[in-house]
């Protein structure tokens, strides 16, 4: 492995798109009918022994959801009445899909709140949408698409404690192009057009600071770039490992290893493969 790392410490080291990302749900029969009766999800995979304690979910066509209950901790997820917290899922949609999950989310949702977003993914104009809170807590956030696709991860809200040392780490590290910085925000872009947006603060949320089981946002990525972001991690002294989240039984083949945003300790994960594939292992229709 490490003959491996070195030979190709000198490749760029960059992320394909965003693929997929895990969440708590304190209730999981509830969450499961809430993402695939309000977002349209289908259900991949769930329960032992494949996934203890949590289930998978197909999201559109590139991307899949893992819900999980909160097994070891006893950490829960605090009641909010507002959007404006982190960490933020944002999904794209099309514009039929989009009026149909809004009047979904309307229905169901206690908390709903139009949202207007400038500059993401790169983008110049403004984009229009509704930010709500999950089944279980979670804060979620889906816009209008101009083409006709299926729902797709777009771009994440992270809250950082230090807005420029975020920035020096995602391109640095994984290669993403600033494309916006405010005061208090900077953008970034994901080559697939999705992106991840930190936002400054003083103190994190207490969802950010609590950790989660299993929570965390994958990337895909090339055998060659997963090992030059590896070696990366390495040199600025990040601790980096596949059992962090929990991925220890993988086939030959396989790349995988967890690591955490060092400016607000949210856990990210590179695979040299995709939802595609994961849902295919488990005879998921693709």
Not at 167 to 181: A, C, G, H, M, Q
Not at 216 to 233: Q, T, Y
Request: with cysteine.
């Amino acid at each position: 492995m490490e003959a491996a790392i070195q030979k190709a410490s000198g490749a760029a080291g960059k992320v394909k798109h965003l693929d997929h990302f895990a969440i708590p749900a304190m209730d999981l029969e509830r969450a499961e009918k809430f993402y695939t009766e309000v977002l349209g999800a289908r259900l991949i995979v769930k329960g032992e022994p494949a996934v203890p304690g949590g289930m998978f979910l197909k999201l559109g066509r590139r991307h899949h959801l893992g819900l999980f209950a909160p097994i070891n901790t006893k950490a829960t997820l605090p009641k909010r009445d507002s959007v404006d917290s982190y960490p933020r899922v944002a999904f794209l949609l099309s514009a039929e899909e989009f009026d149909r999950a809004s009047a979904a989310v309307k229905r169901t949702c206690s908390v709903v709140e139009d949202i207007e977003e400038e500059g993401v993914s790169g983008k110049r104009t403004k984009e229009r949408g509704i930010g709500f809170i999950d089944s279980e807590g979670n804060i979620l956030e889906i816009f209008r698409g101009e083409e006709d696709n299926p729902i797709a991860v777009d771009h994440l809200h992270f809250d950082s404690l230090s807005v420029d040392d975020g920035v020096r780490f995602y391109t640095d590290v994984l290669n993403l192009e600033p494309v916006k910085r405010e005061a208090d925000k900077a953008t970034l872009a994901i080559p697939s057009g999705q992106a991840i947006i930190l936002h400054q603060v003083k103190e994190l949320c207490e969802v950010t600071r609590t950790y989660y089981d299993e929570r965390h946002f994958a990337f895909s990525v090339s055998d060659d770039d997963f090992h030059a972001i590896v070696d990366k991690l390495h040199r600025r002294g990040i601790r980096e490992a596949d059992e962090l989240g929990g991925g220890v039984h993988r086939r030959p083949g396989d790349l995988g290893t967890y690591f955490k945003d060092p400016t607000n300790g949210i856990y990210l994960q590179l695979l040299n493969r995709d939802s595609t594939i994961f849902a295919r292992k488990h005879g998921f229709p693709v």
